[in-house]
């Protein structure tokens, strides 16, 4: 017998009741503040970290990470875990952003919701993907409410709104054949119909990058700017970006060839949770080390080697934070089911979105996927295209300056 998704997780679904002030309601318009309080499970992970036994010897020697996350880093992240990390301080900080769950189509959607004091504020909703989580925006939200100038100096502040992606965190798991359309079409009804605005901008990157362009394309009158880190298209081989006559410069042929490197040893994990959600969701799902070895080995190798250096924040300790969260919240499962239920979220034909709003783009040297400015030229009206010698693949957390600089460049687009 088969079992569906929905069945797997009917359990799971119930989780948020628990690690919060949520109350579940039909009506969209109701907002609930919301309080993260997971200390009850720190106990129980713990103990499954310092019982988790790793073998004494590497089964490889001398590989470095190309084969994935070494043996001496998995300990040295297990042991940080279970004497340095914090979780009481770390869920401390985290809610000093002001944070809410609202239902929309039966699905409690958590979001942070930090408002500016500038009267002319942006609305801009940040999109994160896999496997980070609201956190990912953490470092750069106090900055973005600030009022500050543009490169041409007009003042620019924004209301920034941070949600879960439905089966991450705090937001509850969604239906069977939930699609990031979908996802964007609750998200759009949050930003208008929960919280108001009549128009807003939006960011993402990974999957978050798929729905919010899909907003960007979709919901035109309402999505006026769109900016992006990554795109819902495959990037294409050198050979068919020559067939475009598309040339690169040396730091664009550098990040070519790690992407190329990127689709030939890097995309087996893509493959696995598309294919076979259950196997590897299930498997993880009440194991925080191994949670660690699989989400780990991607913040390592998809980010900037100075990671951790400034202007990076992306600490060993940001790393446990964000597998703490996933454990904590008991999401692994639910989170990479997005694979299985979008097996076509990057397509390898590029379109036009049927919008004239501005698109961004901010691509960064160490990111997964790159996509020369002629070709996000292709997929909507870019305006602004830059390219940053620091960061990766998780630029709020890999570069939060230069994501924040990107970011405000809205402004000069706005109307």
């Known amino acids: 017998m088969r079992v569906s998704w929905a069945q797997v997780f009917a359990l799971s679904s119930l989780v948020g009741s628990s690690q919060g002030s949520t109350v579940r309601s039909r009506n969209a318009s109701q907002v609930h503040p919301f309080h993260v309080d997971l200390s009850a499970k720190v106990p129980r992970m713990l103990e499954r970290i310092r019982s988790t036994k790793l073998p004494a010897q590497p089964v490889y020697v001398n590989t470095g990470n190309a084969q994935g996350i070494t043996l001496h880093d998995l300990k040295s992240f297990q042991q940080e875990w279970l004497t ?18 609202t239902t929309i189509e039966d699905l409690t959607i958590h979001f942070v919701h930090e408002k500016s004091n500038s009267s002319d504020a942006i609305p801009l909703l940040l999109l994160h993907g896999w496997p980070g989580s609201f956190l990912e925006f953490a470092p750069i939200i106090d900055e973005l409410t600030a009022q500050a100038t543009t490169a041409t100096g007009k003042k620019v502040a924004f209301d920034v709104i941070v949600p879960s992606l439905p089966g991450f965190a705090f937001s509850s798991v969604p239906p069977v054949n939930w699609t990031i359309a979908d996802t964007a079409r609750v998200f759009n009804t949050l930003l208008t119909q929960v919280l108001h605005y009549e128009t807003y901008a939006v960011f993402g990157t990974d999957w978050g990058a798929g729905i919010a362009y899909n907003l960007y394309d979709q919901y035109n009158s309402t999505v006026r700017a769109g900016h992006l880190a ?66 780990g080995e991607k913040f390592l190798n998809w980010s900037d080697p100075n990671a951790g250096t400034s202007p990076s924040v992306l600490t060993h300790n940001e790393i446990l934070r964000h597998v703490s969260l996933y454990c904590l919240t008991e999401t692994f499962a639910s989170s990479v089911v997005i694979y299985a239920q979008n097996p076509n979220g990057f397509s390898t034909v590029y379109s036009k979105a049927h919008t004239d709003a501005p698109l961004l783009f901010s691509a960064f040297k160490y990111n997964v996927g790159f996509w020369p400015p002629a070709l996000v030229a292709q997929t909507g009206n870019l305006v602004l295209y830059r390219n940053h010698e620091r960061g990766g693949h998780f630029p709020g957390l890999d570069n939060p300056v230069a994501l924040v600089e990107d970011l405000r460049e809205i402004r000069s687009y706005w109307n």
């Open 84 to 101: 340095d990390f914090d979780w009481k301080s770390e869920q401390k900080n985290i809610n000093k952003f002001n944070q809410y769950t």
């Open 230 to 295: 990554f795109l819902p298209f495959f990037p294409l081989t050198p050979e068919a970006l020559a067939a475009q006559n598309i040339t690169l410069s040396s730091l664009e042929a550098f990040e070519e060839a790690e992407t190329m490197e990127w689709s030939n040893t890097g995309e087996g994990y893509f493959n696995e949770q598309t294919t076979k959600p259950n196997t590897i969701g299930l498997a993880l799902q009440d194991n925080p080390v191994g949670q660690l070895a699989w989400i």
